[in-house]
T-cell receptor
Framework: DVKVTQSSRYLVKRTGEKVFLECVQD?????MFWYRQDPGLGLRLIYF???????EKGDIPEGYSVSREKKERFSLILESASTNQTSMYLC?????????????FGPGTRLTVT | GDSVTQMEGPVTLSEEAFLTINCTYT??????LFWYVQYPGEGLQLLLK?????DKGSNKGFEATYRKETTSFHLEKGSVQVSDSAVYFC????????????FGTGTSLTVIP
């Protein structure tokens, strides 16, 4: 079974802190994605990556950056956390090459910025 | 651009009732369509999918048919259970836009005994 793991289930940080969210997948997927999920807004794509060292902005990249140094790992970085970044963060991965390939999700990290 | 519109919630049903959650889409290419389910405190997991027109996806008693003429992919279940209480997301993937997914806003379902 494909497994996507995220480094923390719950995280509490202070305003202005630098925050790292880690995601690891074990199925050699080329594509990896970071979303945030907020009530009433569904899932919004922050960044995605098609390959090692490659990244593309999603719909809401402001205030975030990403790093993909190894194929299995995709990190989301909040350079200076703010209260409006309090949210559920979901990582996903998928194969490339066909629209029929599903995305596999991690369990999510609930981040609270105080 | 590509998008998905799904029925607003929340939806509350009694056990054994019939469920329909509406989903329509807009796509420039030939998308694949998906339903994901999110149980409380968890990530999303695939419920079912259909990859071409007239395909029917099914799993755990849930079904959805890919209707190109009406650009729809409605989720149905004949008899819901309390354990079906969750948030349901409709999504599409279109190779013309890379392997990005486009998700609906989610529909919360509560089934009461």
């Amino acid at each position: 079974d494909v497994k996507v793991t995220q480094s923390s289930r719950y995280l509490v940080k202070r305003t202005g802190e630098k925050v790292f969210l880690e995601c690891v997948q074990d199925m050699d997927h080329e594509n990896m994605f970071w979303y945030r999920q907020d009530p009433g807004l569904g899932l919004r794509l922050i960044y995605f990556s098609y390959d090692v060292k490659m990244k593309e902005k999603g719909d809401i990249p402001e205030g975030y950056s990403v790093s993909r140094e190894k194929k299995e790992r995709f990190s989301l970085i909040l350079e200076s956390a703010s209260t409006n970044q309090t949210s559920m963060y979901l990582c996903a991965s998928s194969l490339t090459g066909s629209s029929s390939y599903e995305q596999y999700f991690g369990p999510g990290t609930r981040l609270t910025v105080t | 651009g590509d998008s998905v519109t799904q029925m607003e919630g929340p939806v509350t049903l009694s056990e054994e009732a019939f469920l329909t959650i509406n989903c329509t889409y807009t796509a420039t290419g030939y998308p694949s369509l998906f339903w994901y389910v999110q149980y409380p405190g968890e990530g999303l997991q695939l419920l079912l999918k259909a990859t071409k027109a007239d395909d029917k996806g099914s799993n755990k008693g849930f079904e959805a048919t890919y209707r190109k003429e009406t650009t729809s992919f409605h989720l149905e279940k004949g008899s819901v259970q309390v354990s079906d209480s969750a948030v349901y997301f409709c999504a599409l993937s279109d190779l013309k836009t890379g392997n990005q997914f486009y998700f609906g806003t989610g529909t919360s379902l509560t089934v009461i005994p």
